[in-house]
């Protein structure tokens, strides 16, 4: 059916090859996009919550891939990261806060600041201030 040669099927596999290898890590090295007042647009506690948790989540994520914060610290790219996120945090924390006032405090089916806390603990541990 196909009747390729040798010498392009050899051409073929090493284009493949290049093109993967270059796509590899990129997703490592990829930046968290920053959010703004203007654009984080939270409809409901829930949102909040859920962006919250997550943002704090890759934040401890990304800390616990170094031994120490020294060794976090070193690293350029893996700092930007966690500042970004630690921005996105404290853009997130004031949007909620000004949109849902002291509801935000209280638990509810998916409001849970105790699992935000908890999370924020650990980083405090491995010493991350957020």
């Known amino acids: 059916m196909f009747n390729l040669s040798l010498k392009s099927f050899k051409i073929i596999s090493l284009l493949l090859f290049l093109f993967t290898v270059s796509c590899v890590g990129t997703e ?12 984080y647009n939270p409809k409901t506690i829930c949102d909040c919550n859920n962006d919250g948790i997550t943002i704090l989540n890759n ?3 990304k800390r616990r891939q170094f ?10 790219n893996a700092s930007e ?4 996120l630690k921005k996105n945090w ?3 924390q004031y949007k909620c806060l000004k949109l849902f006032g ?4 209280s638990p509810s089916e998916c409001n849970d600041p105790k699992t935000i806390q908890s999370i924020k ?3 405090f541990e491995l010493g991350v201030r957020t």
């Open 28 to 39: 490592k090295n990829k930046k968290p996009v920053i959010i703004t007042n203007d654009s």
């Open 81 to 84: 990261y966690i500042d970004i």
């Open 67 to 76: 031994e120490t914060t020294q060794s976090l610290s070193e690293n350029k």
């Open 102 to 105: 002291s509801a935000m405090m």
């Open 59 to 61: 934040i401890l994520s």
């Open 90 to 92: 404290k853009t997130t």
């Open 121 to 123: 603990d650990q980083l």
